[in-house]
């Protein structure tokens, strides 16, 4: 066996572990980003298999997570270009019932959070793919302020700038679409 050989395989071995503790958060990346499970899976994979094919230009300076972040970032941005017109059968499922009911305490209670739900990724979907990134990142993933910096390759300034406008508006649309968001919290 040619030392090349091993080092390939030594590489494949580190990626597949890498890959499975990072899994999760990838396919939830992508799906506050893309707003349905069917597009997420899909980005998700393509995500990983991209992440993959550039694994030997993965430098140990950063983390495996913040890279591999980037690149699902990224994949979702593309993908969301792709589809500005399309009609996502989820959101139409939605709408005219078809899903099955979570368990929940009441039917009041589901329903409005349902419709909480509903609207929040409606609001999500109105916003800029550069300002759904921020709001996806910072408030759903929870990364910091920096991590958000090194996987979008912005300077910290700039991240907490563009999180603090992105917050403010998906405020003003979610304000627009229903009194469950008139709460000052949102």
């Known amino acids: ?21 990072n899994e999760r958060q990838v396919y939830s990346v992508c799906f506050h980003m893309m707003g349905n499970r069917e597009d997420a899976q899909d ?21 495996f997570s913040t890279w591999i972040t980037r690149i699902a970032m990224n994949v979702c941005t593309d993908a969301l270009r792709k589809r500005r017109d399309a009609v996502s059968l989820d959101a139409l499922r939605e709408e005219h019932g078809f899903d099955v009911p979570d368990a929940a305490p009441t039917a009041y209670a589901r329903l409005e959070e349902r419709e909480r739900l509903r609207l929040l990724r409606e609001g999500l979907s109105l916003l800029p793919a550069d300002m759904r990134q921020m709001i996806v990142l910072r408030d759903m ?12 390759e912005v300077p910290l300034g700039t991240v907490k700038s563009r999180v603090s406008r992105a917050r ?5 649309i979610l304000k627009k679409s229903s009194e469950l968001f008139s709460s000052p919290s949102v």
């Not at 980005?43 to 983390?63: G, V, Y």
């Not at 993933?141 to 979008?152: H, M, R």
């Open 1 to 21: 066996m040619s030392l090349k050989l091993f080092t390939k395989k030594q590489d494949t071995g580190q990626f597949e572990r890498l890959a499975a503790e």
């Open 141 to 152: 993933q929870g990364k910091s302020y920096e991590e958000i910096g090194e996987i979008l």
């Open 168 to 172: 403010g508006k998906l405020s003003v």
């Open 43 to 63: 980005c998700a994979q393509e995500a990983m298999l991209r992440a993959f094919r550039a694994f030997d230009t993965f430098r140990q300076d950063a983390s």
